[in-house]
Nanobody, 125 residues
Framework: QVQLVESGGGLVQAGGSLRLSCAAS????????MDWFRQAPGKEREFVAA????????YYTDSVKGRFTISRDNAKNAVYLQMNSLKPEDTAVYYC??????????????????WGQGTQVTVSS
């Protein structure tokens, strides 16, 4: 079983930055890829970014490429999402997520088995 707890959300003006953190439980963290998803009001939950278990490979949805950076610290069982040049359309609840399958990167919600409680990010114009 994996438990995920996000932190770092808040209200920021357009063009600003936020850093989200996710603390994970369990001994298999370093064997598991990690994801960030987001869900805006009235919209489906969407993939934002993923990082492989060893941190070598990262993946982003097109709308955040060049602005967001996903990273991880396996010694701390933590994954991060640095968000720069934020736009109002980035407003959403952001979720840390993971699959139960080890050593595989997933990028769709139907492959996710573990979700955090979510953290609200609001970008004002």
């Amino acid at each position: 079983q994996v438990q995920l707890v996000e932190s770092g959300g808040g209200l920021v003006q357009a063009g600003g930055s936020l850093r989200l953190s996710c603390a994970a439980s369990g001994r298999t963290f370093s064997s598991r890829s990690m994801d960030w998803f987001r869900q805006a009001p009235g919209k489906e939950r969407e993939f934002v970014a993923a990082i492989s278990w060893n941190g070598v490979s990262t993946y982003y949805t097109d709308s955040v490429k060049g602005r967001f950076t996903i990273s991880r610290d396996n010694a701390k069982n933590a994954v991060y999402l640095q968000m720069n040049s934020l736009k109002p359309e980035d407003t959403a609840v952001y979720y840390c997520a993971a699959s139960e399958v080890l050593y595989r990167v997933v990028k769709t919600a139907d492959q996710i088995n573990y979700w955090g409680q979510g953290t609200q990010v609001t970008v004002s114009s």
